[in-house]
């Protein structure tokens, strides 16, 4: 029980769960507005409008920058790693949505059998840039808000 405790407590695996869970419920809430209808699947999954990843990644720097300063060894560990998912996010995970959604549209002009059409591909894998900086402000605003 002590180890629970420990770990709720400890604002440095708090903050940058708290700042997915943000965005997440954040990507919901805009994909249905946009769309008119609610996307559940979007509670955890990637992709979308702001980035969950950068969120998290900026969160965890975020409370490091404030409980270990600017010039921590972990705050610059953090730092990298954040810069790392954030690349990734809107670089190498961007290139993937896009052959996805040509494997998407090779599979429905192609005839095929109706169990094949069950399997597409899923998209939503990548963000944009703008969608990574929203996720990125939206971390460091709840590490700020929490710390």
């Given amino acids: 029980m002590d180890v629970l405790r420990e770990l709720l407590g400890n604002k440095m695996i708090i903050t940058p769960a708290l700042a997915w869970v943000a965005a997440q419920f954040s990507k919901t809430v805009i994909d249905s507005l946009r769309r008119h209808r609610v996307n559940p699947r979007l509670l955890v999954g990637s992709g979308g409008m702001p980035s969950a990843h950068s969120a998290f990644a900026c969160g965890l720097s975020t409370a490091v920058w404030f409980t270990q300063g600017a010039g921590s060894a972990a705050f610059a560990i953090s730092a990298a790693f954040a810069a790392v998912v954030m690349y990734d ?50 971390g460091i605003a709840v590490g700020a808000l929490l710390h």
Avoid at 118 to 124: H, Q, S, T, V
């Fill in 89 to 138: 996010a809107a670089g190498v995970r961007q290139a993937v949505d896009r052959q996805s959604e040509i494997l998407t549209h090779i599979l429905t002009h192609v005839p095929r059998t109706h169990d094949d059409f069950d399997r597409f591909l899923e998209g939503l894998v990548g963000h944009t840039r703008l969608q990574v900086l929203a996720g990125a402000l939206l």
